[in-house]
């Protein structure tokens, strides 16, 4: 069995397509990554390191139905995912977001996820600088001053995805017991 499982929720395409990118750059050790919305927790709970990955929709909302997404998603699983005691995980988020048309809660779905689950006893790795986004405000920033985990903003700065994804991920594998 593949060492790190990736999990995401999405709506429109991206986040999935950054999973599967992400799974590309660590190699054999990923699993293949999995939509929330076909996961189960058992499923999700086999793997000692974890990816979470999901977008932010509308006004700094989790995927799932009352945000409008088309599926269940985050919002749905969220809730059985964070009763659970996660003690002895390593869990890295990224996260998708607009700075610019939602400056106000920029990626606050990131953050929405991490205050969920900052309790469960996990380890969480892979905070990443705020350099480099203009926003206002975002619910998805930690005491010194990071994102909890990767951002990718695909609407203004997918030129940076390639850099910044290889980056973040070199930065998780070794947290991840990979060279």
């Given at each position: 069995m593949a060492k790190i499982g990736i999990f995401?929720?999405?709506d429109t395409g991206n986040t999935r397509k950054i999973a599967k990118e992400i799974a590309k750059k660590i190699g054999d050790e990923?699993?293949?990554?999995?939509?929330?919305?076909?996961a189960n927790l058992t499923e999700m709970l086999e793997y000692d390191f974890l990816i979470l990955g999901l977008p932010t929709l509308g006004d700094g909302e989790l995927p799932g139905l009352t945000a409008g997404a088309e599926s269940e998603s985050w919002e749905e699983f969220l809730p059985d995912l964070s009763s659970e005691d996660l003690t002895g995980k390593t869990i890295a988020l990224y996260g998708l977001g607009d700075q610019v048309g939602y400056p106000d809660n920029f990626v606050d779905a990131l953050g929405i996820l991490?205050?969920?689950l900052e309790?469960?006893?996990?380890?969480?790795v892979g905070a990443w600088s705020t350099e480099g986004y203009?926003?206002?405000s975002s619910r998805a920033i930690n005491d010194d001053d990071?994102?909890?985990?990767?951002v990718l903003d695909q609407e203004n700065q997918r030129d940076m995805h390639e850099e910044?994804?290889?980056?973040?991920?070199?930065?998780i594998k070794p947290e991840f017991g990979l060279a």
């Open positions: 995401f929720g999405t990923a699993a293949k990554p999995l939509n929330i919305n076909r991490y205050e969920e309790d469960s006893g996990a380890k969480f203009e926003y206002q990071e994102f909890y985990g990767l910044r994804l290889t980056k973040w991920v070199e930065s």
